[in-house]
């Protein structure tokens, strides 16, 4: 069974950082993506930052420069660190993993998802 625990969210205010983990348990493929996505009320959900598992890191314009993705060399954890967060960067934040695709950025390919960890960033 596979089961992704996200955990780091909060609050802080604009400019501060914070750094999202995410333990992975179950998965067997060795080709996969793996990343981040979130959605803010009212908003659909987007794709923030993914990496491939053999090789590639991806990251939403919105993100590039201001966050980074990690992954452990286990492989078993991923993390996300975000820095000079700004009030648009709030909502809930899932970890998703799944079949690889182009870039990783395909939502309908992530067939494992978090429950997700609220990020709120107040101005």
């Known amino acids: 069974q596979v089961q992704l625990a996200e955990s780091g969210g909060g609050s802080v205010q604009a400019g501060g950082s914070l750094r999202l983990s995410c333990a992975a348990s179950g998965y067997r493929d060795r080709n996969y993506c793996m990343g981040w996505f979130r959605q803010a009320p009212g908003k659909e959900r987007e794709g923030v930052a993914f990496?491939?598992?053999?090789?590639?890191?991806f990251y939403a314009d919105s993100v590039k420069g201001r966050f980074t993705i990690s992954q452990d060399k286990d492989k078993i954890t991923l993390h996300l660190e975000m820095n000079s967060l700004e009030p648009e960067d709030s909502a809930m934040y899932y970890c998703?993993?799944?079949?690889?695709?182009?870039?990783?950025?395909?939502?309908?390919?992530?067939?494992?998802w978090g429950q997700g960890t609220q990020v709120t960033v107040s101005s």
């Open positions: 998703a993993i799944g079949f690889a695709s182009p870039g990783c950025g395909d939502e309908s390919r992530y067939n494992y």
């Open positions: 990496i491939y598992s053999r090789g590639g890191i």
